[in-house]
């Protein structure tokens, strides 16, 4: 009798060892919605000790080989963000089943210098630390990065992205700002995603660096109206320089402007204080600075730089955290064009 109950007990506690370590392995928070877990500053501490340093360097030499990647590479960022998330999917090429993001015909503008550092990033990483850096991680810190090398403010990055297995270029119309859209378009761009007006007018602030392609704004500067060659919100000397600029425009796409014209290669509120003086690029530009919600914050930018670097950062380290993939919902990609 003795040693039946014995036996028992030994079963009861083998069973009991069962289940604990059954409900162990289960995520926390199913039978609901799986935590997501979370992402940590020092993610990579031991995993790839060298990580944030390589990146630095890599980026480095490549903004002083082509000044234009540091524009190229934040715009990069906030397409691939805004979108789905920051989860390096708008790095993905399309293949003969399904045509990919960075194929859609808003992305087909994206400069090949953003893509070429995150891979150059990559491919020194995958050296130091194989299958262990996710290209997401890679995108967003080199964009703060290069941003800070170009004058604009530190933000700190939080790590642990995941890459997604999913790019569709289907997913991308009416989900990302174009400078033809009115400005409430763009506003709900936004708002969908949990950004206040403010924080879209401080992001649009990016807009001080980089340039735009001819045909993005020349039905502001070609035959406007019958009684107007060009959009009245214009410099009338500006739209002059414009159009001499953009005269081969039809035959040379190619052919682009700087967005800031005073200081093109700075990160600074340039932007804002061109803006009172018709010095905008882009429709969106104009509309950004006469629309009654949106003027109030263009006015205080302009005047008030450091608190334009202010809210940009914190709108950065925003957008940097949205619809991060973690755990099981993504991979860390081998190749940052490709899932594994």
């Known amino acids: 009798m003795a040693m039946a109950i014995m036996q028992m007990q030994n079963l009861l506690l083998l069973l009991l060892a069962i289940s604990m370590a059954v409900v162990e392995a289960k995520p926390r928070g199913s039978g609901a919605r799986a935590a997501s877990p979370r992402l940590y500053t020092n993610y990579y501490r ?171 704004f020349s039905d502001g500067i070609y035959n406007y109206s019958k009684s107007s060659q060009c959009d009245p919100q214009y410099n009338p000397r500006f739209a002059a320089g414009l159009r001499k600029a953009c005269a081969d425009y039809h035959n040379n796409p190619t052919l682009s402007v700087f967005n800031d014209i005073m200081t093109p290669n700075k990160f600074d509120n340039m932007y804002f204080q061109n803006l009172a003086k018709g010095l905008g690029l882009l429709k969106s530009d104009h509309t950004l600075n006469s629309d009654p919600a949106t003027k109030p914050f263009v006015d205080l930018y302009a005047r008030d730089e450091n608190r334009f670097f202010t809210d940009f950062a914190l709108a950065m380290q925003k957008l940097s955290v949205y619809g991060v993939k973690t755990g099981r919902a993504g991979e860390i990609r081998r190749r940052c064009d490709q899932i594994n």
């Open 46 to 216: 031991k995993s790839c000790p060298r990580f944030e340093q390589i990146v630095q360097d890599t980026v480095t030499n490549k903004q002083i080989a082509s000044p234009t990647t540091a524009a190229a590479t934040i715009r990069l960022f906030l397409h691939d963000c805004l979108l789905n998330g920051c989860d390096a999917s708008t790095l993905l090429s399309s293949t003969p089943f399904n045509k990919a993001e960075r194929d859609a015909d808003i992305n087909l503008s994206l400069p090949g210098d953003a893509f070429d550092v995150v891979v150059r990033a990559k491919t020194a990483i995958e050296l130091a630390c194989p299958n262990t850096v996710s290209c997401a991680d890679i995108l967003a810190v080199a964009t703060r990065d290069l941003l800070t090398m170009v004058g604009g403010p530190f933000y700190t990055v939080p790590l642990g992205r995941k890459d997604s297995r999913v790019s569709r270029a289907s997913d991308v119309d009416g989900n990302l700002p174009k400078p033809t859209m009115p400005i409430s378009e763009i506003t709900r761009i936004f708002a969908q995603r949990g950004f206040s007006v403010q924080e879209m007018v401080a992001l649009c602030g990016a807009h001080t660096v980089g340039f735009s392609h001819c045909k993005e």
